[in-house]
């Protein structure tokens, strides 16, 4: 069996290759200690197999706990949360602490190894736990500044936005559809339910309308209404199963959930999937802090536990929402007198986010909905499969153009835009059983090759580059800019990048300076 061949010779060259290294490694120590005597060839040799198999079981298990702490924070998370279990279940303070000193127990165990066993001479335990902590740390040091560095530089946002532009094309719009069993009656009913079918617009959001957010649902409103619809009899309904996968990018970890950046992904979005909070003190001091809700909801409740102090007091408002609940939890405090300060906090289940304020805005138009408001994920879809063929499509709307989607998402690095644009591109090749974020990072792969970018200087694990694995090498993006630069698409390409000082990411960077724009 070659198989069986192979992993014979992998591990006598892995026993070789270490022992070899140990070899090398002690040879360096006894010219630290100043040891000439060694315990020669062949008792040297099992000295050296000892130490790898120590070695070995322990990078193993360091490796191993390390893992079990990333993939507890970011694939087990979406699974879990998508069942309803709280975030204590996925990694809790406790636990993920428990988590933290064990990986770095056992990575101070490797080098106190090292630095006990490897001479040739008797070290004391103190020394070598001095120097096993001191190496510790600084690999630890290190580890940290090389992933700051790495993840600075990160526009992947850069990569969605091309893709987009290539295979959809600047002119490309999103629609959004509305399906019924039959179109209204004469007196305005519509029988039955209506159904919200989204493909991910996600330009229904004030960001889109000068900052208004009355104005975010009104073409899909104005076109319910110009249907004749004055009643929905049955339930309203939201569709979100035209992206298949769970509402995370991959890798996502459960820390940055509750920040605008990290908001839930939906083939239904509205605002952004996230409320817009803006703080003010109180009149007097010891009082809660007053804040007001952007777009006005009842979606999220708010427990409110921040207090108003002195003037030149702490400025500080910290927000916490429980992973898939709509509780939201408010501390901190801000001094009299002061003003602007503003948050945002993302909502859980977007399409049921959706529906409500939908609800709400057709309510001001005097439509009315009779039933209960549901929603359908990919999930569902599968298990009871709806053809909308047979159904009427009353009313629709279709996005701003993709030209103007991608400068919304790219000068301001939107990661929730970056995504939906990625599984947008997914959906159109997608094959059966196929996550639409696989299929739009395959697409991506094919576009680089097609653009130039050397193969493996690239590593996306979903459209934003959220993802702490997401890595750009700067010739990658250069080729990625060369070839968008000639492109049919260039000037739309050109149109959505920041212009440094003026607006975007750049918008505070280079200022004073000739690259100023």
Same mark, same amino acid.
């Given at each position: ?15 070789? @290759?270490?022992?070899?290294? +140990? ?35 322990? &990078? ?7 893992? #079990? ?9 979406? %699974? ?56 510790? &740390? ?20 850069? #990569? ?6 290539? $295979? ?44 208004? #957010? !009355? ?27 035209? +992206? ?8 996502? !970890? ?36 007053? +804040? ?6 009842? %979606?999220?409740? @708010? ?23 709509? !509780? &939201? ?35 001001? $138009?005097?439509?009315? &909905? ?26 629709? !709307? ?120």
């Amino acid at each position: 069996d070659w198989s069986s061949d192979v992993c014979s010779s992998d591990l006598i060259a892995f026993v070789w @290759f270490s022992t070899r290294f +140990f070899g090398s490694l002690r040879t360096v120590f006894n010219r630290v200690f100043n040891v000439e005597k060694g315990h020669g060839l062949f008792i040297g040799k099992l000295y050296d197999i000892w130490y790898t198999v120590s070695a070995t079981a322990l &990078v193993v298990a360091w490796i191993g706990s390390a893992a #079990y702490f990333t993939i507890a924070r970011t694939h087990g998370l979406a %699974f879990l949360a998508r069942l309803g279990a709280p975030e204590q279940v996925v990694m809790g303070p406790v636990l993920a602490f428990g988590t933290r000193l064990v990986t770095f127990f056992l990575l101070i165990s490797i080098f106190f190894t090292l630095y006990k066993s490897l001479p040739y001479r008797r070290v004391r335990w103190q020394q070598a736990l001095a120097g096993a902590l001191t190496s510790g &740390v600084l690999f630890e040091v290190a580890r940290w500044a090389f992933t700051w560095v790495v993840h600075r530089f990160n526009p992947a946002t850069l #990569y969605t936005g091309a893709l987009a532009l290539d $295979r959809l094309g600047p002119s490309f719009r999103i629609r959004t559809s509305c399906y019924a069993a039959a179109m209204p009656g004469a007196d305005g009913a519509l029988a039955g339910d209506l159904t919200i079918y989204g493909r991910g617009d996600f330009s229904m959001a004030a960001r889109f309308n000068a900052g208004d #957010y !009355t104005k975010s649902l009104e073409p899909l409103v104005s076109a319910l209404a110009a249907a004749g619809v004055k009643r929905i009899t049955g339930d309203l309904v939201g569709d979100e199963s035209f +992206f298949r996968g769970p509402p995370f990018g991959s890798a996502w !970890t459960w820390d940055d959930l509750n920040y605008y950046y990290g908001a839930e992904v939906s083939a239904l979005t509205h605002e952004d999937n996230v409320v817009d909070l803006a703080f003010q003190p109180a009149a007097a001091l010891g009082q809660p802090v007053t +804040f007001t809700a952007k777009p006005a909801t009842q %979606f999220l409740q @708010f427990i409110n536990r921040t207090t108003t102090v002195t003037n030149g007091g702490k400025r500080s408002i910290e927000l916490y929402r429980p992973l898939a609940q709509s !509780t &939201v939890y408010l501390h901190g405090s801000l001094p009299l007198g002061d003003r602007d300060l503003s948050d945002s906090i993302t909502v859980p289940r977007p399409a049921l986010w959706f529906l409500t304020q939908l609800r709400d805005a057709l309510a001001k $138009r005097g439509i009315t &909905v009779t039933g209960q408001l549901r929603t359908r994920d990919w999930l569902a879809a599968e298990a009871a499969p709806v053809d909308y063929g047979k159904q009427v499509e009353i009313a629709f !709307t279709d996005s701003r153009p993709m030209s103007e989607l991608v400068e919304k998402m790219m000068k301001p690095s939107q990661n929730l835009y970056a995504q939906l644009l990625l599984l947008q591109v997914g959906a159109r090749t997608a094959k059966p059983g196929q996550t639409t974020e696989d299929a739009g990072l395959a697409e991506m792969q094919k576009f680089l090759a097609e653009a130039g970018v050397k193969r493996g200087s690239v590593l996306l694990e979903e459209g934003s580059g959220l993802s702490r694995g997401c890595l750009l090498m700067p010739e990658a993006t250069v080729q990625l800019l060369r070839h968008m630069d000639k492109h049919p698409a260039a000037a739309a390409y050109r149109a959505a990048l920041p212009i440094a000082g003026v607006d975007g990411t750049l918008k505070a960077r280079f200022a004073g300076t000739s690259d100023r724009k």
